[in-house]
Structure formats: structure tokens, C-alpha cells
């Protein structure tokens, strides 16, 4: 059993790493380091370090409405200043299909008291006040749905430097530029003991925690976790605003159409604009003349960022950024017009059930897995590490270390995302500068 004073080290220090870190100082740990392979932090490429995430209870997994309806709870504090703002969230894509994933999750919504205003047409969505007057909304043919007042956005690059220094507050110590390239483990008995970084200098610890997001499998190619762990870019695009412009849409809800996957958000404090696609996604394998990854003649699809392709690590494929203006076009028509800011390619590590995977390596007590965010994990920043902490305390309720165990078997799908075939990125398919403009 880990106890208080052991040596605890954390392998990123992103989303799961900080909220984890937080959690266990809150629980009388006093020995923790967090490594990032990032030369600086806040780490740029992390998923989590973004201009503004989702925060919502709608899901068709009650477990997660409820824990999300915790996280809004602590949103609200204090000690989270005005990162979180309560825009409410637009949910489309409902149908009369009582299973589909938007209806399951309107039951949850309900089940817990959310507050929410049904839609059942496009004429109800424009009609009922639920964009401010001035916003031009597109007809929306099709399309119903409801909306949900207990929700909005996190402004996701706030909260991860804030919790940062919260952490380094508190005597938590950070060590940037240390990429780990494999669990360094006792001859005896072979249980880990610490971690070895590309540089060759090396980290003692009583725990290996492993939050190393989307660079999780392709870190540890030995731990063979690519059946569990998929790295796969998820493309993103920014409109800027004129501070005029902005003021005009501020009031509008965060729109997430299930249907089509497309969502976007009111303008930030920059007057900027950011839309994405919930999908499947795209993998990529580096080439075998890129040394930038360790695993790459294993098959193992890694992150492709700023740091390892400079500027082209921003592109996204042409095709899905016609998509994006299409589906914007479909929202707000007059956004559409404009020309795109730039693009991300934003890397999640999915899981193939949507799961998150919290717990012990099976043959190794002495490593926690603390990842596969799949997506939907920075709105519930303030409690995630709560699951990690009660986890490495041996305290998880056994129907959740059942369902986030690393050796589970997956026998369903992410029903949240729009299509589940996963492509293959290639490079030749990437935006241009040319292509930002409408």
C-alpha cells in the first residue's frame, strides 16, 4: 500500500498528471514530481492547454452527468476564479429513438435536475430566446433538441496554470524537458522503481503514476497499449472577431450537435471563435526515418505537434475544414463568411469504449495508469484526480475500478462521437494557408 511519505512521480502534466497531483496533497502526500517532456510549462502540445473547453452534464452514462454535475460544483468556487463560464449548452441531434445517445442523455439531465428547455424544431430553437437578439441562426432543418442552463466552457489554458501554480504553491515540484522512454523496473521481481528519460537520466519513485495523455502508448511502446490507448487528432478551427462582432455573440450557448459532431463556442476574451468535430478521428504513424518517436516501426500512432513538425503540426486535413465551415454555415451564416484564424490538429487518447483508464498495471502495483481522456475529461478537472487518488488508496468503488481497469474487456463503443471509423492522417491531405479563406 502507497503510504503519504512514499516518492510519488507523475508522467505529465496535463489534465489527469495536475488534478491527480492536487488530489493527492490534499490527502497529506508530500513527495511529488511531475515530469513533462515539454521544455516549458504549461506544456503547448497537451490537449488540455487549450483556448476553451466544453463543460457539460449531458451524457448517456448517468455516472458522468452526475460526477460532471460534481465538477460544475467546484467550477463555481473560489478558487477557480472566473474560468468557467455558464453559457449553457446547446444539445442537438435529439431523435425519437428513446436509445440514442443525445435522448439518454436529456433522461440523465433530467434525472439529476438539470435545467433544461426542450426544442422540438429548428423554428422552437430560433424562436425562444435561446440566442440574443442580433445573432443570425441558420434554419437548422432537422434538427431538435434541448437546452442545457447547467453548463457552458472552461477557459481550459486558465485552469491548467492555475492549478499549476497551486501545485508548485504547495510543494509539488515540476521537471519540464524530460520525455520518459521507459519504466525502469527491479531485476528481482521485476516491479518498476522508477523511470528512465530519453536523456538518459533517471527518476526513483515508490509510484509511477502515468498521465502522459496522448503520448501514453507510444512513450511505453513495452507496456503494449495500443489496443487500449489511441492517440488520434481531432481538428479544430478559430474565426477572430472584432471586439463589436464578439460583443454580439457572447450571450449565445456553447452548440453541440450530436448528429454531426460539430460544436462551437461564443467568442472568448479574445474575441475569438473556435469550432471542432467530435469524431473518430485520425491516427499517425511516424515514418521510419522520424526518430522523434521511440515506437515508431511498432505501429503505434502518435501525436503529431508543433514540437515534432513545427508549424505543419497546426494543419488539418482540407477535407474536414470544408466540413467545419459547412456545418458552421448551418449555425451561424454570417461566421461562415469569414476567414479562418488558424487550425490545431488537438490530440485525445481514446480508449475504444470512452472510458477513462484509472488503475494499477495488472503485474505491477508499483504503476498507475491515470489516462485515456477520450475526449471528455478537462470539464471535470477539479474532481478527476479524486478517481486517481481513491484508486492508488485501494478506496475506488469496485463497480468503477471494474470500469476504468486496465485489462477491461470493451464490449461497446463512444457513442458521444460522429462516425467511428478511424483514418489514417497523410500529410499530402493538409490545409493550406489559401484554404482559411471562405
Not at 437578439?133 to 431538435?144: E, I
Not at 488503475?359 to 477520450?374: E, Q, R, W, Y
Not at 478517481?387 to 485489462?407: Q, R
Request: net charge negative; proline share 5%; with cysteine.
Amino acid at each position: 500500500m502507497i503510504q503519504p511519505d512514499d516518492k510519488i512521480l507523475i508522467v505529465g502534466a496535463g489534465c489527469f498528471g495536475l488534478s491527480t497531483a492536487s488530489h493527492l496533497l490534499n490527502r497529506g502526500f508530500s513527495d511529488i514530481t511531475i515530469l513533462d517532456k515539454a521544455a516549458s510549462l504549461p506544456a503547448a502540445d497537451a490537449a488540455s492547454y487549450d483556448l476553451n473547453k466544453i463543460v457539460r452534464t449531458s451524457y448517456d452514462d448517468v455516472f458522468y452527468t452526475k460526477l460532471a454535475q460534481e465538477a460544475i460544483a467546484q467550477w463555481k468556487t473560489e478558487e477557480w476564479g472566473d474560468t468557467y463560464h455558464e453559457c449553457g449548452v446547446l444539445v442537438l441531434g435529439h431523435s425519437d429513438d428513446k436509445h440514442s445517445y443525445s435522448s439518454q442523455s436529456y433522461v440523465n439531465d433530467i434525472s439529476v435536475g438539470a435545467r433544461v428547455a426542450v426544442v422540438e424544431n429548428s423554428t422552437e430553437i430560433r424562436n425562444k430566446g435561446m440566442f440574443p437578439d442580433g445573432v443570425r441562426v441558420a434554419s437548422l432543418q432537422n434538427t431538435a433538441g434541448y437546452l442545457n442552463y447547467d453548463g457552458g466552457w472552461a477557459n481550459a489554458a486558465q485552469g491548467i496554470e492555475l492549478l499549476t501554480s497551486k501545485i508548485r504553491a504547495r510543494g509539488g515540484k515540476f521537471v519540464p524537458g524530460k520525455e520518459v522512454c521507459r519504466l525502469v523496473r527491479n531485476a528481482e521481481d521485476g516491479r518498476t522503481r522508477g523511470v528512465e528519460c530519453c536523456d538518459g537520466s533517471v527518476f526513483d519513485a515508490d509510484l509511477v503514476i502515468i498521465a502522459a495523455g496522448a503520448w501514453t502508448a507510444s512513450s511505453f511502446p513495452q507496456l503494449q497499449l495500443k489496443e487500449k490507448c489511441l492517440a488520434t487528432g481531432q481538428s479544430v478551427a478559430t474565426i477572430q472577431l472584432t471586439a463589436e462582432e464578439a460583443q454580439v455573440y457572447r450571450r449565445c450557448p456553447v452548440v453541440l450537435n450530436f448528429s454531426t459532431g460539430f460544436y462551437v463556442f461564443p467568442p472568448n476574451q479574445d474575441n475569438v471563435v473556435k469550432m471542432a468535430l467530435h469524431a473518430a478521428g485520425y491516427t499517425y504513424v511516424p515514418q521510419q526515418h522520424d526518430t522523434s518517436s521511440p515506437s515508431n516501426d511498432l505501429g503505434i500512432s502518435t501525436p503529431r505537434t508543433i514540437s515534432n513538425a513545427n508549424e505543419n503540426g497546426l494543419r488539418i486535413p482540407k477535407v474536414v475544414l470544408a466540413q467545419l465551415r459547412a456545418h458552421l454555415r448551418e449555425v451561424y451564416p454570417d461566421l461562415a463568411e469569414k476567414p479562418f484564424l488558424g487550425t490545431r490538429l488537438c490530440w485525445y487518447n481514446d480508449s475504444p469504449d470512452g472510458d477513462w483508464v484509472i488503475g494499477f498495471l495488472p503485474d505491477d502495483p508499483a504503476v498507475m495508469l491515470a489516462t485515456a481522456g477520450s475526449g471528455h475529461a478537462y470539464k471535470f478537472f477539479p474532481v478527476i484526480g479524486k478517481l486517481v487518488a481513491d484508486a492508488i488508496e485501494g478506496k475506488l468503488e469496485p463497480l468503477l475500478a471494474s470500469k476504468f481497469a486496465v485489462d477491461r474487456r470493451h464490449s461497446d463503443v463512444d457513442r458521444s462521437r460522429y462516425g467511428q471509423t478511424v483514418e489514417v492522417l497523410h500529410l499530402d491531405s493538409l490545409c493550406t494557408p489559401e484554404d482559411l479563406r471562405p
